[in-house]
């Protein structure tokens, strides 16, 4: 069966009981056996995980920028509605009280507020102040007449509030109307 020369021969002159190796299937089960298991194995890989944080973290990213935006957007017009809220009252309240009545806006300490005591100076317990990152683009003295409507001749003033999302304008008629552009 084998020829009488090289490894064959080797194989010829030993014992049949010898070439029968009983452990080597169990040995080759045991081998092949986690290779088998690591294919139907559940779970996720690395890969796997990593490119679900990388995607986390994108869309987080992205969610944080437009919670931010959104947070600007809503205290500018927060402080825009102020401003409006804040004119309409004064106008209100030189019609029912029969006298002259001046919002004064304060761009350096951004602050604004109804003179009360008529000194033509906004008193630290007459201001409002603007929520942080939002400024007045000029300082300005709106006086609304006891007709509620400004003086005639006088410019019709337009405050800009502003932060770094944008800016809006709150306008005076000359007949006392307010327009938030």
Do not use: C
């Not at 969610?63 to 401003?83: D, E, I, P, Q, W």
């Not at 942080?132 to 006086?143: F, H, M, P, R, W």
């Amino acid at each position: 069966m084998y020829p009488e020369t090289g490894i064959g021969s080797i194989f010829a002159q030993l014992p049949v009981g010898l070439l029968a190796v009983p452990e080597w299937g169990s040995l080759m089960e045991k081998q092949l056996t986690p290779i088998a298991r690591k294919r139907n194995q559940q779970g996720a890989g690395l890969m796997e995980v990593i490119v679900g944080v990388l995607a986390a973290l994108i869309i987080g990213a992205i969610l944080l920028h437009l919670v931010r935006l959104g947070y600007a957007v809503y205290k500018l017009n927060t402080a825009t509605s102020g401003v409006a809220q804040k004119l309409k009252l004064a106008r209100e309240l030189a019609m029912n009280g029969r006298q002259d009545v001046s919002v004064i806006f304060d761009s350096e300490d951004n602050k604004y507020g109804i003179d009360r005591n008529g000194n033509r100076r906004l008193d630290p317990i007459e201001a409002d102040e603007l929520p942080d990152g939002v400024s007045l683009a000029d300082s300005e003295v709106v006086t609304f007449l006891r007709s509620g409507s400004l003086h005639k001749g006088s410019e019709q003033p337009q405050i800009l509030i502003s932060n770094a999302r944008g800016s809006h304008s709150v306008s005076v008629s000359s007949l006392g109307a307010i327009a938030i552009d």
